[in-house]
């Protein structure tokens, strides 16, 4: 089992950027594929990005491509979500999760595919 901490939410301008940081705990983060969920008011939760176990794929839905990242560190057993170029739509809590299986790039973006979710960190882009 895995247990996920979000951190570095916060409130940013328009344009602004933010690091958002899970960390995991357990020896065994380098199997699983790290996954950030957002969530914004009066809305479903929905995938933004993944990244496979040893990262070489990444994914990201289309309205973050480009401005965000989605690094990882084995080692630290942590994963980052790196957002720039912010828009107010972005506003939501974020969560991470973590996916213990293989799973396809479909699979990936679906919620129930997850099987450890933190507990979210507030993101409020104002313009």
């Known amino acids: 089992q895995v247990q996920l901490v979000e951190s570095g939410g916060g409130l940013v301008q328009t344009g602004g950027s933010l690091r958002l940081s899970c960390a995991a705990s357990g020896r065994t983060f380098s199997t699983y594929i790290m996954g950030w969920f957002r969530q914004a008011p009066g809305k479903e939760r929905e995938f933004v990005a993944a990244i496979s176990r040893g990262s070489y794929s990444t994914y990201y839905t289309d309205s973050v491509k480009g401005r965000f990242t989605v690094p990882r560190d084995n080692a630290k057993n942590t994963v980052n979500l790196q957002m720039n170029s912010l828009k107010p739509e972005d506003t939501a809590v974020y969560y991470c999760?973590?996916?213990?299986?293989?799973?396809?790039?479909?699979?990936?973006?679906?919620?129930?595919?997850?099987?450890?979710w933190g507990q979210g960190t507030q993101v409020t882009v104002s313009s």
């Open positions: 999760a973590a996916l213990r299986f293989g799973a396809t790039s479909q699979a990936m973006r679906v919620m129930g595919s997850y099987d450890y």
